[in-house]
Every structure is written in structure tokens, then in C-alpha cells.
């Protein structure tokens, strides 16, 4: 079994069943979880386990758990005051099927399930549950100073983008990423200063998706030459953050091979 | 200093500065938690812990992370799209103050914050954030539950209203009272038999309170007779569970009293 159908099994399970009461909280958890993205964060959280000398199955609580917190953090910036998106991914939005009252509470019954799933792991659930609450303040940090950067854009005002920017970038995306690879290399067993490899590249991963991101949505302060030397950058430093740690790390490096350089 | 004060202090060392970035989200959750609240939860928590034979310090960071939770229930359950109410405590509310996508935001980092300090627990962290995150979710099922009641009560459905009610109760407000008594036994070095006696004397002092809460809110489906007899079966039920405990069970036993029986 693959890393993804590992993850996509796990999640099913940990999920309340549609029609556990009350049926409006467990069907919209699972609307909002099911059917849709390509479970990066996840993946990583079990890849870090191994590059560490891990096994897979020792993070795959902690990589439920991380998946579960950034989808209660979509189904939040969905909402009406917030982007008031109708539409991800081809499906309708939370909050456009179930209502808001309804969306705002299953976001929160799903960033409780996170931490609750996270707690599963099988060691180091302190640091694991630190790393994620830590990370999971940051994520919404990032989000305000995102809500700032859009009105800043709008006005034009590029001193304040240049300002908020690279906040941003290392908060809203970045900040998941990071506690994705440390769970998992906490779950695996790994030692602080492994941790803190997979955390520097994570870190850079993140910054390089972010970068390429923003480009290809039109939103990027930077032009495509500067995208790219930072995309290159950030790549190559995601990379060598890898070296000599003592498990397989061809799904990591792989991996940023694949999530970056899509257009640039 | 008394349980109140440790966890005033606790409090005001775990939020971030009001100055810390972005500032609209550190100004927005200390304003939820400050000024405000009996602290009825985290006092249980840590009187929990001195029950089972520990000592008040042990739940310290647990009693933070179950007020913290409380305290974004109330931040989402007064927004415009769910009680939508501009005042509590004679204060603003968050979405009144800070408006409506940071007051979302807020609360969802104070439910983050919650758990990354309930996690600095000095033993069985593991139990612990499994306890807070399973009532977390519990709490919100309450919350969905108690919006049909509200739709049941401005209906007349009697017949809906007593098939929700009791389901309402349990988990809207036993279900954190819960999570404070067994996270603050665990925390205190309790056995799993005297967590469970902790449970079943949170799940009695909760039913209590809630059967008050509501006659006196005029929202109670019983009357005054039978609220006040269900009111002292569960007190006295409550107070039974805490028998044989090895620690000092004073503070508990006199809570109960305290918080129930106020105008019934």
C-alpha cells in the first residue's frame, strides 16, 4: 500500500460515520475531508518517519492528524467573512451546503479530531502535540496577515505587500509543512537534530511552493525571474536539508522535485 | 495563591503579547480570555489532580488548555452566523470588537493554543490531549444539537425538544467539565479507576448545573419540581463518585454546592 492510500484509509477511520449523530456535524467533517486534494502535508509526515529510520505506520496518526487540521483551515477561510468561496475543488464549499453555523462548528470538530488523532502516535506525543499547536496558532497568524496583504493589494499599496509577503509565505504554508515533517520524525523516533533537518526542509519546500504559487495565480510581488531564482534556492536548500540522515529520503527529494518547478 | 490566581497568572503568561504579530490576532484572543469567567473549568482541573493524591502545579498547563477551549466555544458561538450576540459579560464580543474574520481566526488559535498547553502537562500527555480532544468534539456536537433545540423551541415541537435535550446537556456543558476533572486526575499521577470517578463527578456537576441554567433561563422543558429533584440526584451523585479518593476532595464537594442549588 502506497503513502496516499495509507493515509486516505486511515482518515476513513478516524472520521465520524455519516450518519453518527448529530448527522449534520459528521456528514459536513466528512464533506469537507473527503474527495479531494493530494494529501502533500500527510505524505510527508509518514516520509519523515522513514528518512529518519522510521517506520511509515508510526506516522500515520500524526499525518491523519495534520490533514485534518489544514482541512478544517479550508473550510474556515471559506466562509463568507472570510473569501466567501463557493466552490473548492469542483464541490461546493462547506458552508454553502451545510449552512455556516453549521461549516464555522465543523471546522471546529475537526481541529479537535486533529489533535485527538495526532495523540495517537506511538511516541514523543508531547513533542508531536506541541509541534502541531504551535504550528497550528502560526497557520491562522498567517492567515490574518494574509486577510492585511489581499486589502493591501487592492489598495495597491505595495511597501505594505513587501512588508506582510514573506510573513506570509513562511506562515500559512510553510508552518503546516514544518509540522508535518517533525511530527512524523518525532513518530519515527527521531533525534531533535533530525528533527530539526526535516523542519529546515520543510521549511524550504514550503517557501518554494509558496513562491511558485503566488506566480501562477497572478498574486507574486516578485517577478518570474526573481520567482525563480528563489524557487531554485529554496529547492536546493529543501534538499540538502536531507543529507545524512540515516533512513530513505527518495520520497522527500522526489517530492520537491514534483511539487515545485510546474511552470517556472 | 489560590486555584483562581494560579490559573489567572497561567493564563496571562501563555497568551501571546498584545503587541506580538500580527497584533489584530493577539489583541483578539487575549480579549476573549481576560476579564471574565468564574474559571470554573480550570479550577476543576487542578482541584482534580489534588484529589487523586497529586499536587494543583501538575494540571497547571492542562487547566490553561481547558479554559483556553471553553473560551473559543464562546468567541464562535456568539457569531453573527450562530447566537450573533454583540455583548457577554457587559463586554463587546470578539466579532463585535475585532469583526467577524478575526473573530473566527481568534477563536480557532485559541482552540490551537489549547492544546499545544494542555501538551506541557509534566505526565500521561498522551491521555490527556485524547481526553481534550475527544470532549472538543463532543462540545461542538452540543452546540449543533443545541441550534436544532433552538429551532425545536421557537417551533413548539415539545417531542423534538425532548430528544434533544438531554444529548444537549451531556455534551455542551458536561463534556469540558469532563475533560478538566480527568485531565487534571491524569495530570496529578491518578490510576484509570480514579480518573473514571473523576468523570462520572464532572458528568453529574455538569447535568446539575445545566438542569439550573435553563429553568432559570426560562428554556428548562422541566419543571420547577423536577428540575429541582433531578438537580440534587445529580449533586448527590456527583459528590458519591468522589468517595475513597486518596487526596483532598474539600474543594470538588464544596463546588458542587456552590455552583448548584442558586435559586432552585
Not at 183 to 192: E, I, Q, V
Not at 213 to 220: K, Q
Request: contains cysteine.
Amino acid at each position: 500500500m502506497n503513502y496516499l492510500e495509507m493515509v486516505e484509509q486511515a482518515l476513513d477511520r478516524m472520521l465520524p460515520a455519516v450518519a453518527d449523530r448529530p448527522a449534520a456535524l459528521s456528514a459536513a467533517m466528512r464533506w469537507a475531508v473527503e474527495g479531494g486534494g493530494k494529501r502533500i502535508r500527510p505524505q510527508i509526515c509518514l516520509a519523515a518517519a522513514v528518512a529518519v529510520g522510521g517506520m511509515a505506520e508510526d506516522a500515520l496518526m500524526p499525518a491523519c492528524g495534520i490533514e485534518l487540521l489544514h482541512a478544517y483551515t479550508l473550510v474556515h477561510d471559506d466562509l463568507p467573512a472570510m473569501d466567501n468561496d463557493t466552490e473548492r475543488r469542483g464541490k461546493a464549499t462547506v458552508w454553502t451546503k451545510f449552512g455556516e453555523a453549521n461549516a464555522i462548528l465543523a471546522g471546529d470538530a475537526l481541529q479537535a479530531l486533529a489533535f485527538e488523532t495526532a495523540a495517537r502516535a506511538p511516541r514523543n506525543v508531547a513533542a508531536i502535540i506541541g509541534e502541531l499547536g504551535r504550528r497550528g496558532v502560526g497557520v491562522v497568524a498567517g492567515q490574518v496577515e494574509d486577510l492585511v496583504l489581499d486589502r493591501s493589494r487592492a489598495t495597491g499599496d505595495t511597501a505594505a505587500v513587501s512588508a506582510a509577503v514573506d510573513y506570509v509565505y513562511e506562515h500559512k504554508t510553510a508552518d503546516l509543512f514544518m509540522a508535518a515533517a517533525c511530527m512524523g520524525a518525532w513518530a519515527g523516533g527521531g533525534t531533535p537534530e533530525q528533527v530539526e533537518q526535516l523542519r529546515v526542509f520543510a521549511l524550504n519546500l514550503g517557501l518554494a511552493f509558496q513562491y511558485e504559487d503566488d506566480l501562477l495565480d497572478g498574486d507574486s510581488p516578485y517577478s518570474q525571474e526573481e520567482t525563480g531564482r528563489r524557487v531554485r534556492e529554496s529547492t536546493n536548500a529543501a534538499v540538502a536539508a536531507l543529507a545524512g540522515l540515516p533512513g530513505d529520503t527518495t520520497f522527500l527529494a522526489a517530492l520537491s522535485k514534483r511539487l515545485v518547478g510546474r511552470k517556472v
